[in-house]
């Protein structure tokens, strides 16, 4: 069974993610204009996501590494 960890790179991402995402959702109520167009925003959140879900499932090459003993 594999262990998933995350490490530094998946926890930007998700960081990322979750501002983007709030972002997403604050242009699209109105409650406040951000430079970047609503559909970028939206798809740079998804692909953060999915980044994130990506680095945890697939071993965070930045997750550090359990000692095991036998």
Known sequence: MADNNIGPFGWFSAIGFLVLSL??????????AWPVSQTVTGALALLAGIG?????VGNDPTAAEEHRTT
């Open 23 to 32: 972002l997403y959702i604050v242009e699209m109520q109105g409650i406040a």
């Open 52 to 56: 994130t879900v990506l680095l945890w």
